[in-house]
């Protein structure tokens, strides 16, 4: 089975500052792989995904993530934060091959200082 | 197009009851996969249905049980409450069966046990 590691479950920023959130994966196949949002009292919104098209994918709000194979990372980035970024972050995985259900990481919860 | 909509969004039950929880996936879509999230345990894949066939089922007792009808609508069931049910329960949907499937999240539904 497929799984992710969220390196941090807090990253604080200044408002303006690089956001740069970790996600590592382990897999034996090219995995699929998903970077979702959380707000207070709210479900999960998809900022971007892999799926093997280019490495590097750019998602809404300005977040972009690169695909490392030889780092096994895909760690989420944006150049300038803004107050509203501040939430929780979740990396996933496609959990095991032909199946939809997703491993998520435990999560980043992000704090944008003004 | 209207999104996820999960019913009721919250709710409280005491040990030993059942509770039964609701979710419309997006129009046209055909695949309910159902998560629950707590602290201690983050983000767990539940059970997954696709044309009113369980097809992924997760590290759960079986008192957490599901279903979808033929409009795509899912309910999900916990018999025999325990307060280590308490959470917050995500549906998402999905269009088809193939792996690189975005789901998509509804607001989700705050179970407490008391």
């Known amino acids: 089975a497929q799984s992710v590691t969220q390196l941090g479950s807090h990253v604080s920023v200044s408002e303006g500052a690089l956001v740069l959130l970790r996600c590592n994966y382990s897999?034996?196949?090219?995995?699929?792989l998903f970077w979702y949002v959380q707000y207070p009292n709210q479900g999960l919104q998809l900022l971007l995904k892999?799926?093997?098209?280019?490495?590097l994918v750019k998602g809404i709000n300005g977040f972009e993530a690169e695909f490392k194979k030889s780092e096994t990372s895909f760690h989420l980035t944006k150049p300038s934060a803004h107050m509203s970024d501040a939430a929780e972050y979740f990396c996933?995985?496609?959990?095991?091959?032909?199946?939809?259900?997703?491993?998520f990481g435990s999560g980043t919860r992000l704090q944008v200082q003004p | 197009k209207a999104g996820v909509t999960q019913t009721p969004r919250y709710l409280i039950k005491t040990r030993g009851q059942q509770v039964t929880l609701s979710c419309s996936p997006i129009?046209?879509?055909?695949?309910v996969s159902w998560y629950q999230q707590t602290p201690g345990q983050g983000l767990q894949f539940l059970f997954e249905y696709f044309s009113e066939t369980q097809r992924n089922k997760g590290n759960f007792p079986g008192r957490f049980s599901g279903r979808q009808f033929s409009n795509s609508r899912s309910e999900m069931n916990v018999s025999t409450l325990e307060l280590g049910d308490s959470a917050l329960y995500l549906c998402?949907?999905?269009?088809?069966?193939?792996?690189?499937?975005?789901?998509?999240f509804g607001p989700g539904t705050r179970l407490t046990v008391l």
């Open positions: 892999y799926t093997s098209a280019a490495t």
């Open positions: 897999s034996s196949v090219p995995p699929y």
């Open positions: 129009s046209g879509h055909r695949s």
């Open positions: 998402a949907s999905s269009l088809t069966s193939g792996e690189a499937d975005t789901q998509y």
């Open positions: 996933a995985v496609r959990k095991d091959t032909g199946r939809r259900a997703l491993t």
